[in-house]
Nanobody, 121 residues
Framework: QVQLVQSGGGLVQTGGSLRLSCAAS????????MGWYRQAPGKTRELVAA???????NYVDSVKGRFTISRDNVKKTVCLQMNSLKPEDTAVYYC???????????????WGEGTQVTVSS
């Protein structure tokens, strides 16, 4: 199986910064796109940022210029640096990875346990 273990998050004031990290382990044959999603109360889960194995990143418009996603293919980690945080960034953040567990097997989604990010006004 594949495990995604998250760290980081917490409570910060408006304009502050936080860093989220996620480490993948287990039966990993191929680690493809990794990313971060978030879900605020009463809202659907949305993609915040994702990065391909080659390093191409994309972001939801609301975080462009404030958040930076990065990954280390050797360590099998992905991080999200969040700067200039706003109250509307408050949500539970989930790490996601598309992983193939064997030769010829299609990648499937795996998820971290989620971590709360709260931005106070």
């Amino acid at each position: 199986q594949v495990q995604l273990v998250q760290s980081g998050g917490g409570l910060v004031q408006t304009g502050g910064s936080l860093r989220l990290s996620c480490a993948a382990s287990g039966r990993i044959f191929s680690l493809n796109t990794m990313g971060w999603y978030r879900q605020a109360p009463g809202k659907t889960r949305e993609l915040v940022a994702a990065v391909t194995r080659g390093g191409t990143a994309n972001y939801v418009d609301s975080v462009k210029g404030r958040f930076t996603i990065s990954r280390d293919n050797v360590k099998k980690t992905v991080c999200l640096q969040m700067n200039s945080l706003k109250p509307e960034d408050t949500a539970v953040y989930y790490c996601n990875a598309q992983v193939s567990t064997g030769w010829g097997l299609p990648p499937r989604d795996y998820w971290g346990e989620g971590t709360q990010v709260t931005v106070s006004s």
